[in-house]
């Protein structure tokens, strides 16, 4: 994976390279929770109101009180205060405790494969990200960001003056598998020969298990390695540009060099621990399916799908197949499906005349937003508009039961055409990827106090 384009290294902009820097994680005491499967949740993001509402009658002390905190109205302060009491008092009550000394997190996820499928295994460090400007080309974005989630998220981190989940990032070690870069090496031996400092089964099936690393020499290592590197930010923009939106606060409010300027993540070696490349999709209300479907083939080639959304299995496997050969979406509700294929190439070069052909005429990230989204239904595909959903089968669902709407389901990406765009320093639009799998949050938090 080459994330920049060839001899374009960090130095060339006057940067200091790629840092993740160890920190004394704050995690739950065992002892005085459930169990860490019952306090850790998925990222904020990829939570729904059911969801939520089981994670939390798992265990009142559950993350997702915090990262997706909810006010009572008609009380005093806001949700971020309440977030930041409820982080306050488990501190106190040494529900959450912080580790004796500064620590990089090996971080192991598990998953055995089932249906023919080969099982799943991702490990990578989990620290303090230094901040930098996007034009230094250490740390770079792919996809686009809304303002409401990235002020939210800032209000979060402000109130409880903690970086709560990591974001995720993607970097090339840059060596084969029988031969691993340093970095690489160190959490692969810190995986087969120590003991875990914490483990837990969620109910997806996924082991997750993680280990400090608190050695010097080792700690040296990893910096020296990861310094002349890049990475790509596969998931949690939005948070990225809130730790970039704090630091700058701080910076301009002449509070100089501190904990804002670094930024909870996990980094991984893609090389050595090849993501998985997913699609969000669309729920649009207020049109409905069958005339998105009728307008739609102004510029696509469109086909019904036999039994509508009776069967998703097959809605799902009809995408899939046609987004192997080239773009493809499914539009669906009120019972109805249809797939959209092969899209006119005098429009699409129309509607992306701003872009260079390649990659952008097969992202389905991009053809959504600028061809079928802005040019053939009039919308706009932002938060106030549109919501999006990382379960396909929850978006049909979504639309089905809220009558005269419309869900979108989306071709993914592939991994290649991520880091094109990220190498020609532009970004896709809002919610494009879905990279996986996604690090828990609540293994481990970063506050402020213990970086």
Not at 34 to 59: H, K, M, R, W
Not at 170 to 186: E, F, H, M, N, V
Not at 290 to 299: H, P
Request: with cysteine; charged share 20%.
């Amino acid at each position: 994976m080459q994330i920049l384009p060839s001899g374009h290294r960090p130095s060339d902009r006057g940067a200091t390279g790629l840092v993740l820097k160890p920190f004394r994680g704050v995690r739950y005491a065992e002892k005085r929770v459930s169990g860490l499967a019952e306090v850790t949740s998925p990222p904020y993001d990829v939570i729904a109101s059911e969801n939520e509402d089981q994670l939390l009658a798992a265990d009142p002390h559950n993350v997702v009180r915090i990262i997706r905190p909810h006010h009572v109205t008609s009380g005093p302060g806001s949700s971020w205060d309440d977030a930041a009491a409820d982080l306050r008092q488990w501190l106190a009550d040494g529900i959450l405790v912080a580790d004796d000394q500064p620590a990089l997190y090996v971080y192991e996820q598990f998953a055995a494969g089932q249906d023919g499928r080969p099982d799943r295994l991702q490990r990578g460090l989990i620290g303090g990200l230094g901040l930098v400007p996007r034009e230094a080309g250490i740390v770079q974005p792919h996809e686009a960001v809304a303002p409401g989630p990235v002020a939210g998220r800032l209000a979060l981190m402000e109130a409880t003056q903690a970086n709560l989940e990591p974001i995720f990032l993607l970097y090339d070690g840059g060596a084969a598998a029988d031969r691993p870069s340093a970095a690489t090496r160190i959490v692969t031996d810190t995986a087969l020969t120590r003991a875990p400092l914490a483990q837990a089964r969620t109910a997806d099936g996924i082991r997750h298990r993680m280990w400090a690393i608190t050695d010097p020499a080792e700690l040296a290592e990893i910096a020296a390695d990861l310094a002349p590197r890049t990475a790509l930010i596969a998931d949690g923009h939005h948070r990225y540009a809130a730790y970039r939106e704090l630091q700058q606060r701080r910076r301009a409010a002449g509070d100089g060099a501190g904990p804002w300027d670094f930024g909870l993540a996990l980094l991984v070696d893609s090389a050595a621990y090849p993501p998985e490349l997913g699609a969000i999709h669309r729920v649009i209300p207020g049109l409905p399916a069958r005339r998105a479907a009728e307008l739609a083939e102004r510029a696509f080639a469109v086909q019904e799908i036999a039994g509508g959304t009776k069967d998703i299995p097959a809605v799902l496997d009809e995408l899939a197949a046609a987004g192997r050969d080239g773009v493809a979406f499914v539009v669906a509700g009120d019972g109805q499906a249809w797939l959209l294929t092969s899209p006119d190439p005098a429009q699409l070069s129309e509607a992306m005349a701003g872009q260079p052909a390649e990659p952008w005429r097969h992202l389905a990230g991009a053809v959504l937003q600028e061809l079928l989204m802005d040019r053939i239904w009039q919308l706009r595909d932002d938060e106030a508009t549109v919501s999006v959903e990382h379960d396909a089968a929850a978006a049909i669902r979504d639309a089905d039961a809220a009558g005269g709407a419309t869900a979108v389901l989306c071709s993914p990406m592939s991994a290649a055409d991520v880091y094109a765009v990220a190498a020609q320093e532009r970004i896709v639009p809002r919610k494009s990827t879905s990279f996986g799998p996604k690090p828990r949050s609540g293994l481990v938090i970063r506050t402020f106090a213990d970086s």
